[in-house]
């Protein structure tokens, strides 16, 4: 089991760019989440998606907007790149099972943005 | 969402044990207490969880206390491995979906 995967590692953009970041989940996991991660500071919830649809959404604009395929693999997109966007993308599988409150989330390694 | 208070950071000895605390006044009755930690270059991972009693698992241990307004992370053995950051989170079974919500967490420290 390759367990989440992310790519790609690393990715430099300019202001105004758009981009898009791609995540796999856990095999058997049906739900995937979003979080941004700015330079010493824990990571901030952006969307959940579950079923093809977004679920649930963090305190983030409209500029993020995301995707999930069938196959459960979802993609992030960032629209009119701002400087303050330079973070550490964290994609994050789990099984959605209703009122279940420890319901383990696994991460990936995360894509590294840079935005010049 | 719930919140909780973590020190910013902590040191130990390698093979020495490691108690990791948390402060969490606000918690609600069907709040479950999660830890994880991070790893450098890494994804967070899960470590442990507990609602009421102390709960073992082969990672650490977690103890939580009566009135459950705290808890501690117990690393029985710290080895150099264990130098992450470590956060303390509430979930709550009424709230739809399962997202986590990360304060800045502890960074551990280990030394040789």
């Known amino acids: 089991d390759a367990g989440v995967t992310q790519s790609p590692t690393h990715l430099i953009k300019t202001r105004g760019q758009q981009v898009t970041l791609r995540c796999s989940p856990k095999s058997g996991h049906d739900t995937v989440s979003w979080y941004q991660q700015a330079l010493g500071q824990g990571p901030q919830f952006i969307f959940q998606y579950y079923e093809e649809e977004e679920r649930q959404r963090g305190n983030f604009p409209d500029r993020f907007s995301g995707h999930q395929f069938p196959n459960y693999s979802s993609e992030l997109n960032v629209n009119a790149l701002l400087l303050g966007d330079s973070a550490l993308y964290l994609c994050?599988?789990?099984?959605?099972?209703?009122?279940?409150?420890?319901?383990?989330?696994?991460f990936g390694p995360g894509t590294r943005l840079t935005v010049l | 969402d719930a919140k909780t208070t973590q020190p910013n950071s902590m040191e130990s000895n390698e093979e020495e044990p490691v108690h990791l605390p948390c402060n969490h006044s606000?918690?609600?009755?069907?709040?479950?207490i999660h830890w994880y930690r991070q790893l450098p270059s890494q994804g967070p991972e899960y470590v442990i969880h507990?609602?009421?009693s102390n709960v073992n698992n082969r990672m650490a241990s977690l103890a939580i206390a009566e009135d459950r307004k705290s808890s501690t992370l117990i690393l029985h053995r710290a080895t150099l491995r264990d130098a992450a950051v470590y956060y303390c989170?509430?979930?709550?079974?009424?709230?739809?979906?399962?997202?986590?919500?990360f304060g800045a967490g502890t960074i551990l420290r280990v030394k040789s």
């Open positions: 994050a599988s789990s099984t959605r099972l209703a009122g279940v409150p420890y319901n383990e989330q696994f």
């Open positions: 606000t918690i609600s009755g069907t709040d479950y």
């Open positions: 507990g609602l009421t």
């Open positions: 989170i509430l979930r709550s079974p009424l709230e739809y979906g399962n997202k986590l919500v």
